[in-house]
């Protein structure tokens, strides 16, 4: 190709930046090998930098190497799809005027309603009948723990922890499995309160097929509805570490050394400040904020307060 390791890319030709990039396919070329044996040549097709970070990053256990491998990777959105992922024949295909990108798009809310009142041919509803049933449950699901505001096209990593493991969950109840042992950890962490019950419903509802869950939690009404609490502490990090308490609600609540008892038995409390401070009349504005769940909203917070 023309050119050596110190030749600046700006001088290379298309062709030289292209193999550099991408590989050289299956054309071998010159290799120079230097080691404490000696040097020489030998003849070998290049990988390429691109197609070398991408197998690494899918063959690696390291999460070290992949967040590194990450730092120069990005998404771009395909010009044949637009991001749909889907073939056209498939994206032809539609129930209710709509097909499933579009229906991928819409919220586990909306994906319920739509199921609700889709219009369709009495021929085609003798073949969605059993489908409609069965995605109607899951995503039923889905909004059990609080996540009827996802869109199924939402990607993983745009998920909070919470929102993660309250999916994984709904999955586990749709497999009906029994004899379980779940760990769970803080699951309400980003949870609406008033989705709250939502959530420790379906946690019983695991418990009562006969599984067993154990729940890292801070959440008040989560430890009121638990079986069995385990209180560790007293305090947190290295002044902590031991078991306090152990038992019901009530046993926590009269344990001499349970923080956690103090504030459940009503004897400590948070107060919350009866004075505010005016502010300096400024305000930070946050424009047309449209990552995850906000939906292109304009936001001001006052400063000073």
């Known amino acids: 190709y023309g050119f050596t390791l110190d030749t600046p890319i700006k001088e290379m030709s298309k062709e030289a930046v292209h193999a550099i990039l991408y590989g050289t396919g299956t054309e071998k070329i010159e290799m120079q090998r230097e080691n404490m044996f000696g040097s ?8 390429g930098i691109i197609p070398n970070l991408e197998r690494r990053f899918r063959e690696t256990g390291s999460e070290w190497v992949k967040e590194e491998i ?18 056209p024949t498939s994206l032809a295909v539609t129930v209710g005027g709509i097909n499933i990108a579009q229906f991928c798009d819409m919220s586990v809310n909306e994906e319920l309603e739509f199921i609700q009142t889709a219009k369709v041919s009495e021929r085609d509803e003798v073949i969605a009948a059993s489908i409609f049933k069965e995605v109607k449950e899951r995503l039923g699901f889905l909004k059990s723990v609080g996540l ?16 993660s493991q309250r999916i994984r969950l709904a999955t586990q109840i749709g497999s009906a499995l029994t004899g379980v042992l779940y760990v769970l950890d803080e699951p309400s962490i980003g949870l609406h309160q008033r989705d709250n019950d939502k959530l420790i419903a379906t946690m019983k509802r695991l418990r009562d097929l006969g599984n067993t869950l154990i729940v890292v939690e801070h959440d008040e009404d989560t430890m009121r509805q638990a079986d069995y609490i385990v209180d560790v502490g007293p305090g947190a990090g290295v002044h902590g570490g031991e078991i306090v308490a152990a038992g019901s609600v009530e046993d926590i609540c009269n344990a001499p050394r349970s923080v956690t008892g103090e504030y459940l038995s009503g004897r400590k409390f948070v107060e919350v400040p009866t004075a505010h401070r005016s502010g300096n009349g400024k305000m930070l504005t946050v424009v047309k904020a449209r990552e995850n769940n906000l939906q292109n909203i304009t936001v001001d917070f006052p400063l000073g307060k």
């Open 40 to 47: 020489g040549t030998y003849m070998n097709t290049f990988e």
């Open 70 to 87: 990450a730092l120069v990777m990005s998404s771009e959105e395909c010009p044949t799809c637009h991001g749909q992922r889907l073939k």
């Open 148 to 163: 009827g505001y996802l869109t199924l096209s939402r990607g993983a990593s745009s998920l909070s922890g919470g929102e």
